[in-house]
């Protein structure tokens, strides 16, 4: 029998304002409200308040909802620092209590370890530091605005390609904000304003950064303009004209300084935003995995040797293995750098089997992995054979780490120490750290 299609009725979003009561928070920092036993995510509602929202997404399962009005405010509640809060998309939990913030991502943490990894346990002390001015990076987008005639530069505006025009972020180093009024005219003034893609300011410990990306050769008045700058604030300059080259026009080649060592980096690779966290997370992380001067230790998802160097101070020997062949090049001339000899990088796919790796052939005493948001889904299965009796593992995603926590469970280890670690303040990020310790 023939079958004809028969499209199926879309469903409509009813814009009606409707009342809700919120329940919770989701571990995005979303409040939970129900209506018809269904959730309702409300961005910007707080658990006990009742507001006034509409519908943006009615799924079968959830929907979404836009934050119109509070009717009855949680205690909970304040007024966000920065001006632009309701605009730009970068946090998103200004207007809840900085004591809220980590209560409730300590809850989301948990929540998370208990339904995914069937483990319940008390958190250690939450890794914190200063909630303001924090940031040591921060990508300004950079827009000709033909319409209104003028260059804007700012982050994005939330969910939007948007710019938000940015003189100061109450989150970012002062270093780097007392860049941006000047930068801001210094780029309105460029010949080839189309030409300018965005412009990337890092804080490292001996000097501060500015990298230019450029879809198109500078002029030479335009670059000598950008060079002058750069010498009044004494800061490093760079030029990209591809999206995978760098070239510096002046200044130091930066670094910045970790547990007794000193890591060169380029602006283009990954280091944690947040310095202050950064040096606290790598001291515990010191603490909980206890290298002995006896021990092999397994670091992966090493990057610049962020982990791997500090541990070789204390431990026999080290070896660090990352994804990307550059980032190990660069550790292994950080290595070099701090005269660390017991130290090893190597390239490797940690997403696929370790049996063909030289490096896994021998066994270790300890491993920490350091993965990204994806978690370390290729090589957490394979643990066990690597000999270690306790596993350290850094999370920038709870919902991996209790997936992965699950597989450590099931191949022998223990959850012994877990911490939630606030590396972005008034966002709804989360980091975290647990220690596994085999079982016998």
Known sequence: ???????????????????????RLDHHGAGIAFHKNKPVFIEG???????????????????KAKLIKTLISSDERVSPFCPHYHECGGCNQQHLARESQLTYKQQALSQMMEKFAGQTMQLDE??????LGYRRRARLSVFLNKKAGRLQIGFRKKQ???????THCPVLDDRLNSLIPGLTTLLSRFQDQSALGHVELVQASNTSVMVLRHVRPLCDEDRKAFETFARKHQATLYLMPESDRLERQLGDAPYYDEIGVQLPFLPSHF?????????????????WLDPKSDERILDLFCGLGNFTLPIAKKADYVIGVEGVQDMVDWAKDNANVNHITNADFYQADLDKSLANSEWASEKFDKILLDPARAGATGVIDQVSE?????????SCNPATLARDSSSLIQQGYKL???AMMDMFP?????????LFERVG
Not at 126 to 131: A, C, E, P
Not at 274 to 280: C, F, L, M, S
Request: aromatic share 6%; charged share 25%; no cysteine.
């Open 1 to 23: 029998m023939a079958r004809f299609f028969k499209p199926t009725k879309k469903s409509t979003v009813t814009t009606k304002h409707q009342e809700f009561e919120i329940n």
């Open 45 to 63: 509602a707080l658990p006990g308040e009742k507001v006034v929202a509409q519908f943006t997404e009615n799924k079968s399962k959830f929907a």
């Open 126 to 131: 939450v890794i914190s530091g200063d909630d």
């Open 160 to 166: 939007s390609k948007q710019i938000v025009d940015i």
């Open 271 to 287: 280091i944690q935003v947040n310095a202050q966290v950064n040096q606290k997370m790598v001291e515990q992380a010191m603490d």
């Open 386 to 394: 690597l000999g270690a009796q306790r596993v350290l593992y850094v």
């Open 416 to 418: 012994t120490k877990l």
């Open 426 to 434: 008034h966002t709804s990020h989360l980091e975290s750290m647990a």
